[in-house]
């Protein structure tokens, strides 16, 4: 009688070893041969290894060398090679903007404004921006950014009677497959203006998300804050009221431009005494500051996106970002709209950034190629509030990665990441994926055609 049991015992161990782990069934994608740039705190030195997603979008393991024999996937990618890191984040995008790209070339901030919004966006709809939105969310994933924080339009003052703006784009952003913060445009105060109006039409929106159907690349909603732009204070104690309320954050564009620099850093005591400078705080551009905004900034945890390509386009002025971050402040990178920026690439708005400090600072040490991709990642992950799902590869969080094809980077004699940051560009990237899923290979979109929403969209711009 020992005996059997001791056989059956046996026999059991084995099959339970022979069981891979995770269990048959239970794995969407295994990626081979491939040296990964986790930009885990705990990783920072690349792997050479493999990557194995689960069935729910998610990194179930990262592991050196080659994987057990015995772990199966639905889907097996060989990487030969190729160099893998996390899919890039902007964290402050206007993906509307990809249908108006190469306007007033030589105006700043103000005029620039002029031209796209009061001679352009105006005149379309809210289907046009459907179809603009969705051209800017897949020009955004053939450059290898697989989230962002999209400020949608919403409308001018006639234009706009209720939500159908923000729920046209809402639509474009959720079919994308890109993952997203939807920034809510919310109303511009005026004196006759009241918060309860303002709360009525964002809540309506918001009844409107939840009846949508489930999906895991809708993050949240913010708003897009609009004190700057805004002569009355009113405009900061709504969109601070409303953020309580309905527990939302707010990225404001703040001190960008170089003119008008003492009205622009005047509305900050708005922002601070009404109680919009918070740890959900996001300042885009965030420039042209003073001591007392930075400690201030700091003081409360907010945090601020660094948009190097569309400063430079503008003639905005380098955000000073060693300082911002020595005093605490939390930093991610946006690569702006293409309508300022022109280009959604995440190359070469670090490379733009990179360059732009080591020039403000004439010291080359002041800020790394490894930092300025962590900023592009994880720092623009923690701005919007995901470093839990997004960011890093890491068990537990979206398998969302960029797989690069490292022939064109050269032979790494000292820092793979300098090669990495220094030399990759768009043409580099092999594949892009979002949970798992393969969204484009080799520039083409997998699931949809871009030639034909960008025809549609120059469609809708004809005069």
């Known amino acids: 009688m020992e005996r059997s049991f001791a056989f059956l015992r046996a026999i059991l161990c084995l099959a339970l070893f022979l069981l891979p782990l995770p269990a048959l069934g239970a794995n969407k994608l295994i990626v081979t041969h491939v040296k990964i740039f986790a930009m885990a705190d705990s990783q920072k030195t690349p792997i050479d290894g493999y990557i194995l997603v689960a069935d729910d979008g998610t990194i179930a393991q990262i592991h050196a060398g080659d994987p057990p024999l015995a772990l199966m996937a639905s889907q097996t990618y060989d ?66 950014i697989t989230a962002a924080y999209n400020f949608n339009y919403g409308g001018t003052g006639w234009q706009n009677k209720g939500n159908a703006f923000d729920e046209s784009e809402f639509r474009a952003e959720s079919e994308s497959g890109l993952r997203f ?68 954050g707010n990225e404001t564009h703040f001190v960008e431009a170089p003119e008008n620099q003492g009205e622009q850093r005047s509305k900050f005591r708005w922002m601070l005494d009404s109680g919009l400078v918070n740890d959900q705080l996001i300042f885009g551009h965030f420039i042209h500051t003073d001591e007392f905004i930075l400690a201030e900034t700091a003081k409360a945890h907010a945090s601020m996106s660094w948009n190097p390509l569309s400063n430079g386009r503008l003639a905005s002025g380098v955000a000073d970002i060693p300082k911002y971050l020595r005093l605490g402040i939390r930093v991610g990178m946006g690569v702006d709209g293409e309508a300022s920026a022109d280009l959604a690439d995440p ?85 892009v994926y979002v949970g798992g899923e393969l969204m484009v290979d ?4 997998v699931h949809h055609d871009i030639d034909q929403v960008r025809d549609e969209v120059n469609r809708r711009l004809a005069p």
């Open 79 to 144: 990487g030969q090679g190729a160099w893998v890191i996390p899919g890039f984040i902007s964290a402050h995008s206007h993906l509307w903007q990809a249908a108006y790209r190469g306007l007033a070339a030589n105006q700043t901030l103000p005029g620039w404004i002029d031209d796209l919004y009061g001679r352009h966006a105006l005149h379309n709809s809210p289907d046009d921006f459907y179809w603009f939105s969705l051209y800017g969310c897949y020009d955004h994933l053939q450059h290898g």
């Open 181 to 248: 913060v939807h920034g809510y445009q919310p109303d511009s105060m005026k004196p006759d203006s009241t918060v309860d109006a303002a709360r009525q039409r964002l809540k309506s929106f918001l009844d409107w998300t939840v009846a949508q159907p489930h999906n895991t690349a809708f993050l949240s909603v913010m708003i897009n804050g609009s004190t700057a732009f805004n002569n009355t204070v009113q405009q900061a104690v709504m969109e601070a009221a409303l953020g309580k309320q309905f527990h939302l």
């Open 347 to 431: 190359f070469e708005n670090m490379r733009t950034g990179l360059y732009a400090i080591h020039d403000k600072y004439e010291d080359a040490t002041v800020m790394s190629p490894y930092q300025v991709l962590w900023l592009h990642t994880m720092g623009s992950a923690d701005v919007l509030g995901v470093k839990d799902k997004l960011g890093s590869l890491e068990p537990g969080k979206f398998a969302d990665f960029v797989v690069i094809d490292p022939a064109r980077l050269g032979r790494v004699l000292e820092d793979p990441y300098s090669n990495l940051v220094l030399v990759a560009a768009e043409p580099d990237i092999e594949r």
């Open 442 to 445: 080799h520039d083409k979109l």
